[in-house]
């Protein structure tokens, strides 16, 4: 029985998508084990070919139209995945990145040689994707890249340092953003693809040590006069890439938000088997006032996070939500998220802070959901700025 007893909403609650979710979970049930899970962990990644094992399970690409190799899906198959991964602690495999953040650039915006070029490698996990905007001097401010990409005949040659980069190890292909024009501010962005076994002059840095989410690869990327041919400029157009980011990054917050909303119920999930379990002073856990009083309170904001965030959804899919609603999701699930999952380990005791026990990991791996895909503060500020 779910801790969190919304109704499944009807827009979730369709023959295929059932059917697709039944598939992820017979998936990630045989190569997603709790012993598996923390390997990845010891490891700082997860293994390259389960990329290829997920491709072949249809689980890739989901949302890619099919006359590119995909199932011609959309986000509701996408937030089956990031349910999945996220109630078995499963989320290092950043497939939420790669199909619903990165694969969204090049079926939206490439031209139609592009998208046969490198869409069906994405679908099949021959390619893995990345998408590379940060720099070590500018994050929240996109405008301030310094990387640039400046056009030499048929190539661009691409310098610059790019930090933070998830899949950034195993990444086949990378929607860099680069300065085309240096003088243009947002104007002078463009996105460049970057394939790191066809180029000289890219070189990936260290695994970068994180205090959390140790099985997703967050690496550095130097790029030391990287020649790309000009057929890698995303959309064939100068100067669109500060758009395209503008205009895709509410859908990664509402994949930020999901996998956030996921982690919620699958913490409150462990916690309340644990309080029912556990004893002190001759009594289970749960017969405490205090934490009936704790769980009642986390319950009672995650079924309104679920509520929230299933309202961001629909807009989504109907392609209503604007970028100040996603920033509201983005925002309030992941502070929600920090709550419920401190006070779940609270309720654990020592066992909580002990890494054998899943909510130890949560707590790490929550930390960052606050920060990436534009920080708390930014939210507020996207927020502020549509009063
Ligand atoms: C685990 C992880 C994975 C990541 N994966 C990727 C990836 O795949 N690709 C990618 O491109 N990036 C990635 N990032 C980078 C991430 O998106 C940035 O870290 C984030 O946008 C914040 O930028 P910053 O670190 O430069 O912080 P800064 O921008 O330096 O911010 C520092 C502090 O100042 C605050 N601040 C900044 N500007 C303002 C303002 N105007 N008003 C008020 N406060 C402000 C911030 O909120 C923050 O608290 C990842 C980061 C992490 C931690």
Redesign the pocket.
């Known amino acids: 029985m779910p801790v969190i007893k919304t109704d499944k909403p009807a827009y979730l609650d369709v023959e295929d998508v059932n059917i697709f979710e039944q598939s992820v979970a017979r998936f990630l049930d045989d190569n997603a084990s709790r012993e598996e899970t923390r390997r990845w962990r010891e490891q700082g990644s997860v293994d390259r070919v389960l990329w290829r094992r997920a491709g072949a399970a249809g689980i890739l690409g989901v949302s890619v139209p099919v006359e590119y190799g995909g199932a011609g899906g959309d986000f509701r198959h996408e937030v089956v995945i990031m349910r999945e991964l996220g109630l078995r602690g499963a989320a290092g495999f950043a497939v939420p990145?790669h199909n619903a953040?990165v694969a969204p650039y090049i079926h939206g915006y490439a031209t139609e040689e592009q998208k046969l070029r490198w869409l069906p490698g994405a679908v099949s996990g021959e390619t893995v994707l990345?998408?590379?905007?940060?720099?070590?001097?500018?994050?929240?401010?996109?405008q301030g890249i310094k990387t640039t990409a400046v056009r030499d005949g048929d190539v661009y040659r691409i310098n610059g340092q790019?930090?933070?980069?998830?899949?950034?190890l195993h990444a086949s292909l990378i929607v860099v953003?680069a300065k085309t024009d240096a003088s243009a501010g947002g104007k002078g962005v463009s996105l460049l693809v970057v394939e790191p076994d066809k180029v000289e002059g890219f070189e990936r840095g260290r695994l970068?040590e994180?205090m959390?989410?140790e099985s997703?690869d967050?690496a550095e990327l130097f790029f030391n006069d990287v020649r790309v041919p000009v057929e890698n400029l995303l959309g064939g157009v100068e100067g669109q890439g500060f758009r395209m980011l503008m205009e895709k990054l509410p859908q990664e917050r509402m994949v930020i938000a999901w996998q956030a909303m996921a982690m919620i119920e699958a913490a409150l999930e462990h916690t309340v088997a644990y309080v029912k379990e556990r004893k002190a002073f001759g009594k289970r856990l749960l017969e405490f006032q205090n934490t009936q009083f704790k769980l009642a309170d986390c319950v009672a904001k995650a079924t309104a996070a679920r509520v929230f965030i299933d309202h961001c959804t629909s807009l989504l899919i109907d392609g209503r939500l604007d970028a100040a609603t996603a920033s509201m999701a983005k925002l309030w699930i992941t502070e929600v998220q920090a709550e419920v999952v401190d006070e779940c380990l609270q309720l654990h005791g020592g066992y909580g802070y002990m890494s054998e026990y899943p909510i130890a990991d949560m707590y790490k791996d929550a930390r960052?959901f606050r920060?990436?895909?534009?920080?708390?503060?930014?939210m507020?500020?996207i927020i502020a700025r549509s009063l």
């Open positions: 990145l953040v990345a998408v590379a905007m940060t720099e070590p001097a500018a994050g929240s401010d996109l790019k930090t933070f980069i998830s899949n950034g953003a970068l994180k959390g989410q997703r967050t960052g920060i990436y895909g534009g920080t708390s503060e930014i507020k500020l």
